[in-house]
């Protein structure tokens, strides 16, 4: 099978997002939450009074997928639901202070994975995407790959 000239690059990048995700998920899944719990808290705390419809659309998802996450993050008081002043048929989602709390954890967690990577490689992205890339298991299947300019 031959290798397209940017597979390495792909899959460097593959396996330098699923570094960076995986800090925070270890981290969510102790509330017994998922990555989806993330990302919705993550926009709701990013951009207080979205309504449901504009995150859905900020996400890219359906309303069918939203219902259980919104669920969950009401049940655990991280977000608050409000009706729109504007228009009371619109509701709108705020994280709480517990809800803020989680979401500078999940940052707090991520930022210092960025910093302490680039304390090591300096700023230079294709060596940080290396060395986040690096600390997968999987990643030892394909260094071959990269490409000896």
Request: hydrophobic share 35%.
């Amino acid at each position: 099978m031959s290798t397209n000239k940017n597979d390495y690059e792909h899959m460097l990048f593959y396996f330098a997002y699923k570094t960076f995700v995986t800090t925070a998920d270890d981290i969510i899944e102790q509330y017994g939450m998922s990555r989806q719990h993330h990302r919705f808290l993550f926009f709701i705390n990013k951009l207080p009074g979205i309504t449901i419809k504009e995150l859905l659309q900020t996400l890219e998802i359906s309303k069918q997928g939203s219902h259980a996450t919104l669920r969950t993050l009401k049940e655990k008081e991280l977000i608050i639901e409000q009706i729109s002043e504007q228009d009371r048929r619109v509701k709108q989602l705020f994280a709480t202070e517990k809800g803020n709390a989680l979401i500078n954890e999940l940052n707090y967690a991520q930022d210092h994975l960025l910093q302490t990577i680039q304390q090591k490689v300096g700023n230079n992205w294709y060596d940080i995407m290396e060395a986040l890339a690096n600390q997968r298991d999987g990643f030892k299947h394909i260094e071959h790959l990269k490409r000896q300019d």
